[in-house]
């Protein structure tokens, strides 16, 4: 898809899997593609309905927490568009745990039992609840990959105000809860994830996607407590199944390596895949929308004509 121009637009920036427009640097157009990348590398061939599944979990989960803090979103216009307000982010991610999985749970494996300043209990196994959800930000690197930080380091280094910060930890906590309650309705278990916040009007806003597959993971309750008694695997809900794809075609993103080709059949299975965690996150059919480039385009600019 070629970029669009619209009225007033100040800015266009193009990131991995989103398109994203400023405009009278008030309101941003943020358009979901269906590029999916994994090892921070875009992968050949765009999923179908991918920017819609997405973008759209995106939006259930920002109206189902807008009585928990303000957010960006004013309007979404197209399936796989949002336009919401321009905030002066913060630049960290606040990343919340309720298991010890992932990187927190490398990081216990490797020996150390503090993580971002939090100290970790002894004695847990992987994937195991923390006795609280913890909060391991991470600064938003601007290259590279994203670095840990602590809440002390983000006072002393400026990133948020001691005040802010409060403000910050009590928000995403509890977001997670929210997420955790809409999870159990589905039968699921939200684990971990992300949210960006930034300033407006001096006030502190939820930005970004919220507890959408992509920054968030999720497994699945039926039988989680006898998976772990057995030291099982669990079973989960994200994009996992593109990385370990990759991986065991020899692809993890590094020098020299190649992506694997990615035939009809196997892009097909990843926007099935999609559309099923679509409808297992939020509970509702899923509806492929197929819009072109100009309906797209004029729903945009009819919408933000309505802004002003």
Same mark, same amino acid.
């Given at each position: =898809?070629?970029?669009?121009?619209?009225?007033?637009?100040?800015?266009?920036?193009?990131?991995?899997?989103?398109?994203?427009?400023?405009?009278?640097?008030?309101?941003?157009?943020?358009?979901?593609?269906?590029?999916?990348?994994?090892?921070?590398?875009?992968?050949?061939?765009?999923?179908?309905?991918?920017?819609?599944?997405?973008?759209?979990?995106?939006?259930?989960?920002?109206?189902?927490?807008?009585?928990?803090?303000?957010?960006?979103?004013?309007?979404?216009?197209?399936?796989?568009?949002?336009?919401?307000?321009?905030?002066?982010?913060?630049?960290?991610?606040?990343?919340?745990?309720?298991?010890?999985?992932?990187?927190?749970?490398?990081?216990?494996?490797?020996?150390?039992?503090?993580?971002?300043?939090?100290?970790?209990?002894?004695? =847990?196994?992987?994937?195991?609840?923390?006795?609280?959800?913890?909060?391991?930000?991470?600064?938003?690197?601007?290259?590279?990959?994203?670095?840990?930080?602590?809440?002390?380091?983000?006072?002393?280094?400026?990133?948020?105000?001691?005040?802010?910060?409060?403000?910050?930890?009590?928000?995403?906590?509890?977001?997670?809860?929210?997420?955790?309650?809409?999870?159990?309705?589905?039968?699921?278990?939200?684990?971990?994830?992300?949210?960006?916040?930034?300033?407006?009007?001096?006030?502190?806003?939820?930005?970004?996607?919220?507890?959408?597959?992509?920054?968030?993971?999720?497994?699945?309750?039926?039988?989680?407590?006898?998976?772990?008694?057995?030291?099982?695997?669990?079973?989960?809900?994200?994009?996992?199944?593109?990385?370990?794809?990759?991986?065991?075609?020899?692809? =993890?993103?590094?020098?020299?390596?190649?992506?694997?080709?990615?035939?009809?059949?196997?892009?097909?299975?990843?926007?099935?895949?999609?559309?099923?965690?679509?409808?297992?996150?939020?509970?509702?059919?899923?509806?492929?929308?197929?819009?072109?480039?100009?309906?797209?385009?004029?729903?945009?600019?009819?919408?933000?004509?309505?802004?002003?």
């Amino acid at each position: =898809m070629n970029a669009y121009q619209f009225p007033g637009q100040t800015r266009f920036y193009k990131g991995k899997v989103r398109d994203v427009y400023t405009i009278k640097d008030e309101w941003l157009v943020m358009i979901a593609s269906d590029r999916i990348s994994a090892f921070d590398v875009i992968l050949p061939r765009p999923i179908p309905y991918k920017g819609q599944v997405l973008n759209q979990i995106a939006a259930y989960m920002l109206e189902a927490t807008r009585d928990i803090c303000p957010n960006w979103l004013l309007d979404v216009p197209a399936p796989n568009v949002s336009i919401g307000q321009k905030c002066e982010p913060f630049k960290i991610e606040m990343v919340v745990r309720g298991n010890l999985t992932g990187h927190a749970w490398r990081t216990y494996a490797s020996g150390k039992r503090t993580l971002c300043g939090v100290a970790l209990p002894e004695g =847990m196994h992987e994937n195991d609840y923390f006795p609280t959800p913890i909060i391991t930000p991470s600064t938003k690197a601007a290259a590279g990959h994203d670095e840990d930080i602590s809440k002390e380091e983000i006072v002393a280094q400026g990133l948020a105000t001691e005040a802010d910060w409060k403000i910050l930890e009590q928000y995403a906590l509890a977001l997670f809860a929210r997420g955790k309650e809409i999870a159990a309705r589905q039968g699921l278990i939200l684990v971990d994830t992300k949210y960006e916040f930034g300033k407006y009007k001096n006030a502190v806003y939820l930005m970004d996607e919220v507890h959408t597959p992509d920054s968030s993971r999720y497994f699945y309750a039926d039988g989680f407590e006898e998976r772990q008694a057995n030291r099982e695997r669990q079973q989960q809900l994200s994009k996992e199944f593109v990385r370990e794809w990759l991986i065991a075609n020899n692809f =993890m993103g590094k020098e020299g390596q190649t992506v694997p080709e990615m035939n009809d059949t196997w892009v097909n299975t990843i926007s099935g895949r999609y559309i099923e965690l679509y409808e297992k996150v939020i509970g509702k059919q899923f509806v492929p929308e197929f819009w072109d480039e100009q309906k797209t385009h004029d729903s945009i600019v009819h919408a933000l004509n309505k802004l002003g």
